[in-house]
């Protein structure tokens, strides 16, 4: 019997549950691979084909911290780009007397009085979404509060685009380092057969559609598939690969390419002085209330996406854990997926 057995029923348990037809983990620690399993089949079809170690998942707001905060910490750390930056040094459009002082390190922070999403539908392209969120009326005041925005990460977004790209696919990869290698915005045409698929939302003009290797937030598709709050796709090692680095950084390990030096990590890993937050920079942090279960230590970080991803990184236990599941397609709720992801941590020795 393997000390990974219990979390490997709860994921099957779930998928009996049809709370998602396939799901990829991956558990490790700072020095490699601890377990890694492939359950379910691609859709809930019996003629789907099974899921794979190897099947690219629409990863969602994972993109926030592997591809956006990631960036940010690569530009911080070439003197490109300041936490204390602000939003309106980028934006012609960001102005008035309510959100002058909003920074880069707000919109990291989800602190920026943006609310999650837009009332009205979106447009189509990076002009119509930039007018249209720095315009709009704020919600709260800058920094008295969290309210997780979407939004603010797609600003940051284009902010990265325009000061260097991002740091997956052809435009900026870290080499010879491994560390992004599996995770991209585009999928290869046999990576994209492979992927696990997921449902258009109702809101979606693609409503209806089963996706396949196309990027489920729609916002996300109206920006051809890359954005700073989702857009990324990838495998559990490929996500896996990622975690061991931000593991070790937070661990102490200075031999990391940039931009993962500890000093940077714990900057961006560490619980911000916004009150009733539980946000980092980018990243979330440990509570008992959580998807990330009740075992984790007080220095653990992570962050999920509502496809049904969730990745945490505890430096403390020297451990990460990927979970990779399509819950969107035709698969449970959100709370439903929240419990699975509890489960499943708190199975884990």
């Known amino acids: 019997m393997s000390e990974f057995d219990a979390a ?3 994921l099957q348990d779930a998928i009996a549950a049809r709370v998602f037809p ?16 492939a359950l379910g089949r691609l859709t ?20 926030k911290v592997m591809a956006t905060a990631t960036s940010v910490m690569r530009l911080i750390h070439d003197g490109m780009l300041r936490l204390d930056q602000s939003v309106s040094s980028f934006f012609d459009e960001w102005r008035g007397a309510d959100r002058e002082t909003v920074t880069v390190r707000d919109l990291l922070e989800h602190a920026s009085g943006l609310s999650a999403r837009l009332v009205d ?16 009326k704020l919600e709260y005041e800058p920094r008295t509060r969290s309210i997780y925005s979407d939004l603010g990460f797609i600003l940051l977004g284009f902010i990265v685009a325009d000061r260097r790209g991002w740091l997956v696919d052809d435009q900026v990869r870290l080499k010879p380092d491994r560390t992004f290698e599996g995770v ?58 990622f975690a061991r680095t931000m593991l070790r ?15 940077l990590v714990r900057v961006f890993t560490t619980k911000s002085r916004v009150p009733g937050s539980s946000r980092a920079l980018g990243w979330d942090t440990m509570l008992p209330t959580s998807s990330c279960g009740t075992r984790m230590s007080p220095s653990a970080f992570g962050h999920v996406g509502f496809t049904g991803t969730s990745l945490w990184i505890d430096p403390d236990r020297d451990r990460y854990f990927v979970l990779l599941t399509n819950r969107v397609c035709h698969g449970g709720t959100i709370d439903q997926m929240r419990d699975v992801r509890r489960g499943f941590h708190d199975a884990i020795p």
């Open 121 to 136: 539908p979106p447009g189509m392209g990076r002009r119509e979404f930039e007018h249209d969120i720095c315009t709009m």
């Open 44 to 63: 809930f079809d019996e003629t789907s084909a099974a899921t794979a170690i190897d099947t690219p998942f629409d990863l969602a707001s994972l993109t």
């Open 8 to 10: 490997s029923w709860v």
């Open 184 to 241: 991209t915005f585009t999928l290869s045409p046999n990576a994209r057969r492979r992927a696990a698929p997921t449902m258009a939302m109702d809101e979606d003009l693609r409503r209806g559609q089963l996706l396949v290797g196309e990027v489920h937030d729609n916002y996300a598709a109206a920006l051809a598939g890359v954005a700073g709050h989702a857009g990324l796709f990838g495998s559990a090692p490929a996500v896996g690969r």
């Open 249 to 263: 950084a937070a661990r102490g390990d200075a031999a990391l390419p940039p931009p993962f030096s500890p000093e």
């Open 22 to 37: 396939a799901a990829a983990a991956e558990v490790g620690a700072s020095g490699g691979v601890l377990w890694q399993e």
